[in-house]
């Protein structure tokens, strides 16, 4: 990294390089292992609102990459789902037909709630 970026978010080249380690594994034990950094170091850089803000952006970008990835792939896996409900296997199926019934009323949940919010926003806006 060059010496702007590091000025910029007034960041160590050491607290720069374990970022990746932390962001990529699943535990900050891990994280620290594979970035060769001791729990406590790590704690303390938790405690710099600069480091936390530059560990959260990270992952927010491996977790906005991931999402599109599910996105990409979407159509794909209800395709999956859904040519389940075609095996042989009763429980298979069952267990296919709760899990579609599962996300489609999850999903309308979701959307009423929305709207819900939208209307209340609505209210709040002409009321003032």
């Not at 952006?57 to 075609?86: C, H, P, Y």
């Amino acid at each position: 990294m060059s010496a702007t970026i590091e000025e910029k978010i007034k960041l160590s080249r050491r607290q720069l390089k374990a970022i990746p380690f932390l962001v990529g594994s699943p535990t900050y034990t891990q994280g620290c292992e594979k970035a060769k950094i001791n729990k406590t170091t790590l704690y303390k850089w938790l405690k710099n609102p600069e480091f936390k803000t530059e560990l959260d952006r990270q992952r927010s970008e491996i977790v906005e990459a991931a999402f599109g990835m599910i996105a990409q792939n979407i159509e794909k896996a209800i395709s999956t789902l859904v040519g389940l409900l075609d095996t042989g296997d009763d429980r298979v199926k069952r267990l296919t037909a709760n899990d579609i019934i599962g996300h489609f009323l999850k999903n309308k949940e979701l959307r009423d709630l929305e709207e819900r919010i939208g209307r209340i926003e609505e209210q709040l806006e002409t009321s003032r």
